[in-house]
Antibody, heavy 120, light 108 residues
Framework: QLQLQESGPGLVKPSETLSLNCTVSGGSISATTYYWGWIRQPPGKGLEWIGTVYYSGRTYYNPSLTSRVTISVDTSKNQFSLRLNSVTAADTAVYYC????????????WGQGTLVTVSS | EIVLTQSPGTLSLSPGEGASLSCRASQSVRKYLAWYQQRPGQAPRLLIYGASSRATGIPDRFSGSGSGTDFTLTISRLEPEDFAVYYCQEYNTPTSGTFGGGTKVDIK
């Protein structure tokens, strides 16, 4: 059964870089029929798509975040990662990783999410 | 960028009643629309994709309809576990992924 698990610091200082990993188990991140993505949700608010990566390293980002975000993939670890630089309090959110279909681009499997707080 | 507007913001209903949730897109997404359910403290769960196809394991009391710019999620008879927040999402291209603002279905 496919599982995704986010990991990384729960507290990041303003102006620093947020870094998270998503480890995939029960399936291969190199599968050609899937993308892998990040979504976030500020406390009490709605969902925001951050970006998507293919196993080849090809990426797609939300235009509102593209200047600050980098998503990468490490097929040897069956893992993909998120880096968001120059964070502010507005980046405080639960960050989810998820699997996205290649032909049908909805998110069909999600990690449990991890709360990242930006505060000094 | 496509904007998805969900209505109403909150729907107060009793168990056993039916629910109708709306999602309107600012431009056509054809049938590339999904619905997700999010219970408190949990990750979203895919309910509907392709506007009307149920995801694996989703009960048939959930149904989706629409195409182009107007979509509806219908829950035929609300069970206690259905009281949650529902989001629509368009997925027309790999560069898109906008979510609607959500509709909360709470107990009347």
């Amino acid at each position: 059964q496919l599982q995704l698990q986010e990991s990384g610091p729960g507290l990041v200082k303003p102006s620093e870089t947020l870094s998270l990993n998503c480890t995939v188990s029960g399936g291969s991140i190199s599968a050609t029929t899937y993308y892998w993505g990040w979504i976030r949700q500020p406390p009490g608010k709605g969902l925001e798509w951050i970006g998507t990566v293919y196993y080849s390293g090809r990426t797609y980002y939300n235009p509102s975040l593209t200047s600050r975000v980098t998503i990468s993939v490490d097929t040897s670890k069956n893992q993909f990662s998120l880096r968001l630089n120059s964070v502010t309090a507005a980046d405080t959110a639960v960050y989810y990783c998820a699997r996205r279909g290649y032909d049908l681009l909805m998110f069909d499997h999600w990690g449990q999410g991890t709360l990242v707080t930006v505060s000094s | 960028e496509i904007v998805l507007t969900q209505s109403p913001g909150t729907l107060s209903l009793s168990p056993g009643e039916g629910a109708s949730l709306s999602c309107r897109a600012s431009q056509s997404v054809r049938k590339y629309l999904a619905w997700y359910q999010q219970r408190p403290g949990q990750a979203p769960r895919l309910l509907i994709y392709g506007a009307s196809s149920r995801a694996t394991g989703i009960p048939d009391r959930f149904s989706g309809s629409g195409s182009g710019t107007d979509f509806t999620l219908t829950i035929s008879r609300l069970e206690p576990e259905d009281f949650a927040v529902y989001y629509c999402q368009e997925y027309n291209t790999p560069t898109s992924g906008t979510f609607g603002g959500g509709t909360k279905v709470d107990i009347k």
